[in-house]
């Protein structure tokens, strides 16, 4: 499910404050392209679960690889795969 990789991949997200308004930015590394600014760390993590998962949703549509997170992939049709 894509729930389950949204939570996996929101584990292992980095926030940082940047020289920017709004100053909170955030990313997950294996998610490159995705990531997310806001006012307070909530707000840029709340942004980044919405970035992530429309960078999923899309990539998933065009066939691009989407990167396993602790264990948790998503298929074609969007159901988790775990491995091992």
């Known amino acids: 499910m894509l729930q389950d990789w949204l939570n996996a991949a929101m584990a292992r997200a980095e926030f940082e404050v940047i020289e920017n ?13 995705a990531w ?5 760390e909530a707000h840029c993590r709340a942004e980044l679960r919405e970035a992530l ?4 949703l899309l990539g998933l549509r065009f ?22």
């Open 21 to 33: 308004d709004p100053p909170w930015f955030g990313s997950v590394p294996e998610c490159q392209g």
């Open 36 to 40: 997310a600014v806001g006012n307070s």
């Open 53 to 56: 998962e429309s960078w999923a």
């Open 63 to 84: 066939g691009d690889p989407m990167p396993v997170i602790d264990g948790v992939a998503l298929s074609a049709v969007g159901e988790p795969v775990v491995h091992g």
